[in-house]
């Protein structure tokens, strides 16, 4: 569990880095990693809970 928790981390640290990008400096191609890393946040957020109930029976 806690190799998914340090990619979870990983991934929320791409999107601050990229969604600061396209706020600060209109970069879109930051835009496009940045929606890229919240997807995958989303999926390893739903992995995490999977996990996280299996552990806790």
Do not use: C, P
Not at 23 to 32: P, Y
Not at 38 to 46: D, N, P, T, V
Request: proline share 0%; aromatic share 4%; charged share 30%.
């Amino acid at each position: 569990m806690q190799t998914l928790v340090d990619k979870i981390n990983e991934q929320i640290e791409i999107f601050q880095t990229n969604a600061n990008l396209q706020l600060t400096k209109n970069n879109k191609a930051a835009g496009t990693r940045a929606r890229k890393a919240a997807l995958e946040i989303s999926k390893l957020m739903k992995e995490f809970r999977k996990e996280s109930v299996e552990a806790s029976k």
